[in-house]
Nanobody
Framework: QVQLVESGGGLVQAGGSLTLSCTASGSFFSINFMGWYRQAPGKQRELVATFTNGGSTKYADSVKGRFTCSRDNAKNMVYLLMNSLKPEDTAVYYC???????????????GGQGTQVTVSS
């Protein structure tokens, strides 16, 4: 069974930085990391960063210029570097991927359990 596991969250002061990581475990034929989203208590889920088909990365306006999303296909990992963190960045952060468990079969969307990021003022 395929699992996405996020790590790197924690408590940080405003203005600080964190780097989140997401790795895939289990058996699969291929994986295509899509990006990151977050959800704060009482708020709707927000797409933070997503890789486009053209090879670029699209960011939410709220994080543009502060967050950088990257991936290492060889290691099956995706990262989210977060700088100049603000209290409003406090949320659970999730990575997403499209996974093909077998060579001949369908592709499925997967998300991890999330990692908590708390930014104190």
């Amino acid at each position: 069974q395929v699992q996405l596991v996020e790590s790197g969250g924690g408590l940080v002061q405003a203005g600080g930085s964190l780097t989140l990581s997401c790795t895939a475990s289990g058996s699969f034929f291929s994986i295509n990391f899509m990006g990151w989203y977050r959800q704060a208590p009482g708020k709707q889920r927000e797409l933070v960063a997503t890789f486009t088909n053209g090879g670029s990365t699209k960011y939410a306006d709220s994080v543009k210029g502060r967050f950088t999303c990257s991936r290492d296909n060889a290691k099956n990992m995706v990262y989210l570097l977060m700088n100049s963190l603000k209290p409003e960045d406090t949320a659970v952060y999730y990575c997403t991927a499209r996974v093909k468990p077998r060579e001949f079969g369908y592709e499925y969307n997967y998300g991890g359990q999330g990692t908590q990021v708390t930014v104190s003022s």
